[in-house]
């Protein structure tokens, strides 16, 4: 009778326990980071009556016959469950989803204790603290590196009040572009200015010319004219020997003799000219009747050469005074010929001779002219011999080419002095050719009948050469009568280069912003290879970049492969001194991508532009806020635009949670069944994020638990009422006595 009694002062102690655990959730259901328990109900040792019997013959098994006393709390279960997270307003509150534990210490590090709680804040020290004033641990920011070393071990979280940055000067420039590879360009600029009266190699380059420097340090112009583009950003893409013929006078000769009378029904004309395709044209004439006059005959002569004009060009006038015929070729069409060459005359009749010399003195001489000749394009090389074809590469060839044929047409004693004239040919800052014949020169000023026309299929022996026709038109605007000692000018149309700019500021050991300004322009084209461009890199003053003058500004290249992709450039970096107290010899490297790769500077056929640009230098500046990212990352933000990792806040994972006891405060302590700290930053390992701004609420359950409340006090009551009725069959047990 008494085993009741103390089974159900068992069930109300346990129960008892049971409703303190359960009060204790519900009295930290607004516990930031709180984690609830649960007790385990167990029985008390059974007093056995009888033991079980294994079955024996016809007799079967019986079962034991054992009596509880009662029940007890055998263990507290903490449930680990992740609680709800609340945003809040304070930009150092954490919250942890997933598993982990904040570390914090009490005593500068040397124990650690940890928290689901996030509420931190900053004391008067600059210390990262909780609610109890336990310092969190982590890393903090090297001053030497400027890294937050998460390898190393944990300390205490401190950033001093009133923390400032020094400034950190500029040690890579990283550019991401494209540079326009197509024949349609919207971003160009003129070709660049070149002076009349010095050889290509010694010309002056402009403000921006992207030339390179050869041995003696003067400039080499490129400016290759293949890859240039008219004012409308129309390529040229000239090809081998495509060009242009010029001539700086008509083609003129006269007869050497008077034409003669009719000697009766003979041919009285056979002439044939030769084309500057190789190609014959012969016309003949007659005197049907034998009875025309001298000047009749010399009529008849002009309009037979006259009506195939329109296949050599060559134009025949009469001269009635002197009886001769004059031949002139004005060079102004894309016919087969622009000169004057007789191959073979078949009788003297015309007064032109042949080139047989059938006379006694041995006087005969065949009239040519030659005062056109072609100016051809050739990547590989150039040859500006006076009196002759020439070839060019670039627009500074092309002026000097000109400029010196020009001159040489004055040259009528042949001694080739070069100034025979003061005609000027130069390329204005707007990349068009200008010419000017002032005259004033001691002999051989000329009236010049400029005239320029394509080098066509049909225009040169050979043949095979298309006509570039954007290029005609562009030095074809230059066609003009000049007279000598005249102030008038001929310009033509505008040369440019496909271009490209970037600008960004970098900074010195001081914190002072220098703009670096990258040019680019394209230079050549490779068909097998790829394209070139010509880079020029620009400080303002005082800076310097270069030890050569102009030292604020330093040339290179840009090559990329026939698929885009960038192949090299040069210079790797640059060495810049800001001449203003800084620090000099300042290294920045130039980040523009791996080469054969498409992760930097790119040339596809798509308008120019720059895509990302970045340096990693900044002044000094103050701290003026800081928040915590999904690594736990405390990120400051500084008066200068900049944003520095500060600190970083370490997490803790065990293997067993439920192992760890709690000593108040929000606080865990490690046990010898919670397993040993396996600390590291958030989300990695298994460990949680951490949300910022933001806390988590306590996994309590008020449902739950208010429900656990009803099942503890039934129970309660149950095992009062089993004392009360064992009290009164105690009370009956009694009265049999009596």
């Known amino acids: 009778m008494l085993k009741s009694l103390f089974s159900g002062v068992a069930g109300l102690q346990s129960h008892q326990v049971a409703m303190d655990v359960e009060s204790n959730n519900i009295a930290n259901v607004n516990t930031v980071g709180y984690k609830y328990s649960r007790a385990n109900f167990s029985d008390l040792l059974a007093q056995t009556k009888a033991i079980a019997t294994a079955p024996q013959g016809a007799l079967g098994g019986k079962n034991p016959v054992q009596v509880g006393l009662g029940s007890t709390i055998s263990s507290m279960t903490r449930v680990f469950s992740q609680g709800s997270v609340q945003n809040s307003d304070k930009n150092t509150d954490m ?82 572009a494209n540079l326009n590879s197509g024949n349609i360009v919207q971003s160009f600029s003129s070709a660049y200015e070149v002076k009349s009266g010095t050889p290509p190699s010694k010309q002056t380059p402009p403000v921006f010319t992207g030339d390179a420097i050869d041995g003696n340090g003067n400039p080499i112009p490129s400016g290759d004219m293949g890859v240039m583009f008219n004012e409308s950003g129309e390529g040229f893409a000239l090809q081998k020997d495509q060009g242009i013929w010029a001539s700086f006078r008509a083609a003129q000769v006269t007869a050497t003799n008077e034409v003669k009378k009719s000697d009766g029904n003979i041919t009285e004309l056979d002439i044939t000219f030769k084309l500057d395709n190789g190609d014959l044209v012969r016309i003949q004439t007659t005197d049907s009747d034998g009875d025309e006059t001298q ?11 006259n009506a195939k004009t329109s296949t050599t060009g060559i134009e025949a006038t009469y001269d009635q005074s002197n009886h001769k015929i004059i031949l002139t070729n004005t060079n102004g069409n894309n016919l087969a010929s622009h000169n004057i060459r007789i191959d073979s005359v078949g009788n003297d009749n015309s007064g032109i001779k042949d080139d047989d010399d059938d006379t006694a003195d041995g006087d005969d001489t065949k009239p040519d002219a030659t005062s056109a000749y072609m100016y051809q394009y050739d990547p590989s090389g150039t040859a500006d011999a006076a009196g002759a074809n020439k070839k060019f590469t670039t627009i500074s060839d092309l002026r000097y080419a000109l ?7 004055g040259d009528e004693d042949g001694d080739n002095i070069a100034d025979e004239n003061n005609i000027e040919i130069s390329v204005t800052k707007e990349g068009k050719f200008e010419i000017s014949n002032p005259g004033g020169s001691d002999d051989y000023d000329y009236d010049m009948d400029l005239k320029i026309t394509g080098i066509t299929a049909n225009s040169v022996s050979g043949g095979g050469i298309t006509e570039s026709e954007r290029f005609t038109r562009s ?52 068909t097998a290879t790829g394209s070139t461009w010509a880079m020029t890199i620009t400080v303002p003053e005082p800076g310097e970049i270069d030890t050569i003058a102009p030292l604020g500004e330093k040339k290179g290249t840009v090559r990329f492969n ?43 056929d798509n ?67 919670s397993g040993e700290p396996i600390i590291g930053t958030a989300a990695t390992s298994g460990r949680g994020f951490i949300q910022s701004s933001a806390l988590e609420a306590s996994n309590v359950d008020l449902s739950r638990a208010l429900t656990q409340l009803i099942i503890i006090q039934r129970g309660y009551q149950a095992n009062g009422k089993t004392i009360t009725t064992s009290d009164q069959m105690l009370q009956t047990l009694i009265g049999l006595k009596n």
């Open 95 to 176: 919250a942890i989803q997933g598993d982990g534990f904040f570390i914090v210490s009490p005593d500068g590090g040397n124990t650690y204790k940890y928290t689901r709680s996030g509420d931190f804040k900053f004391d008067a020290a600059g210390n990262f603290v909780d609610n109890n004033g336990f310092i969190a641990q982590g890393w903090v920011r090297d001053p030497e590196t400027g890294k937050v070393d998460s390898t190393a071990p944990v300390e205490n979280i401190n950033i001093a009040p009133g923390l400032t940055t020094p400034a950190n000067p500029t040690s890579e420039v990283v550019i991401k």
């Open 475 to 526: 030095m074809s605007s230059m066609n003009a009568v000049l007279p000598a000692g005249t102030t008038g000018k001929a310009f033509s149309q505008g040369f440019n280069a496909a271009t490209h700019a970037s600008s960004i500021d970098l900074f010195d050991s001081l914190g002072s912003k220098h703009t670096l300004r990258t040019e680019f322009r394209k230079t050549a084209v490779d």
């Open 607 to 673: 308008p120019s532009g720059t895509s990302g640009i970045s340096q990693d230098g900044y002044t000094g500046g103050d701290l003026i806020g800081i928040r915590i990212d999904q690594s736990g990352t405390l990120v400051g933000s500084f008066s200068n635009g900049r944003s520095l990792g500060l600190a970083q806040v370490s997490m803790a994972k065990f293997t067993n949670n439920g192992g760890l006891s709690t000593e108040g405060g929000n606080i865990f302590n490690q046990t010898a069944n």
């Open 403 to 409: 400029e010196k044929e020009a001159r040489h047409v």
């Open 295 to 305: 000047d009749e005959n010399g009529a008849r002569y002009t309009s037979a050469i």
């Open 562 to 604: 026939n698929d885009g992709s960038l192949s090299t450039y040069n210079p790797p970096s640059i060495s810049f001194t800001g001449n203003n107290g800084s620090a000099p010899n300042q290294q920045v490297s130039l980040s523009f991508g791996t080469s054969n790769k498409f992760d930097g500077m790119t040339s596809f």
